[in-house]
């Protein structure tokens, strides 16, 4: 079946810095990825959809100078959180479909990011 | 807008019980639905895929069942075992760019 890695699984970061979040399909093309964000005790909250070789697409409300996404592959999408503060601490998560119409989405393992 | 709503919150069963959780969704013009379990601090796992020319669809002791033109989905899990515990969501997947809406989740807990 459709496999997505994503890595780091858990990153710990000073405030300020950034941090890239990858997310690679690995048994399928995906020209299109979805980040996720998740807060404690809620569900996931779509922050922008990742388009290959073009620019991404992002919810409203979402930073898009603070989230920098790259599709730069079909198999290859990155999320840096730039100029990282405490309540950018959270889960996230990405997704892929896969290339056939109708396919579901399979999903990465997600990043446990704590500012400090 | 697509809204997804999951019922119970949660839910506390002793192992053995079979089980059913809710789905219901605003907008019936969905392409597909998808039920995942996610457990504390991890990813989601998929469990069942639903097409939206389809009823029903079965894995193990799991059976989703979708009726679109009511809006709502149902994960039936059967002979519920402490293993089952986590967090149950349904995802909806409708709109022009086939957004996925996620409900709000069901946590389960399956009391040894």
């Known amino acids: 079946g459709a496999v997505v890695s994503q890595h780091p699984s858990r990153v710990i970061c000073k405030s300020g810095t950034s941090v890239k979040i990858e997310c690679r399909s690995l048994?399928?093309?995906?020209?299109?990825m979805f980040w996720y964000r998740q807060f404690p005790k809620q569900s996931l909250m779509l922050m922008a959809t990742s388009n290959e070789g073009s620019k991404a697409t992002y919810e409203q409300g979402v930073e898009k100078d603070k989230f920098l996404i790259n599709h730069a592959s079909l198999t290859l999408s990155t999320l840096t959180v730039t100029s990282a503060h405490p309540e950018d601490s959270s889960f996230y998560i990405c997704?892929?479909?896969?290339?056939?119409?109708?396919?579901?989405?399979?999903f990465g393992s997600g990043t446990r990011l704590t500012v400090v | 807008k697509q809204e997804v709503t999951q019922i119970p919150a949660a839910l506390s069963v002793p192992e053995g019980e079979n089980l059913v959780l809710n789905c219901s969704f605003t907008?019936?013009?969905?392409?597909?639905l998808q039920w995942f379990r996610q457990d504390p601090g991890k990813g989601l796992t998929s469990l069942l895929l639903?097409?939206?020319?389809?009823r029903e669809q079965t894995s193990g002791r799991l059976n989703a069942s979708l009726d679109k033109s009511s809006g709502r989905s149902t994960l039936y899990i059967a002979a519920s075992q402490p293993g089952d515990s986590a967090t149950y969501l349904c995802?909806?997947?409708?709109?022009?760019?086939?957004?996925?809406?996620f409900g709000t989740g069901t946590k389960l807990q399956v009391i040894p």
């Open positions: 639903i097409q939206s020319s389809q």
């Open positions: 997704s892929a479909r896969g290339d056939r119409g109708g396919d579901g989405y399979t």
């Open positions: 907008d019936s013009a969905i392409y597909n």
């Open positions: 048994d399928f093309q995906a020209t299109t």
């Open positions: 995802a909806v997947n409708s709109g022009g760019y086939q957004k996925v809406t």
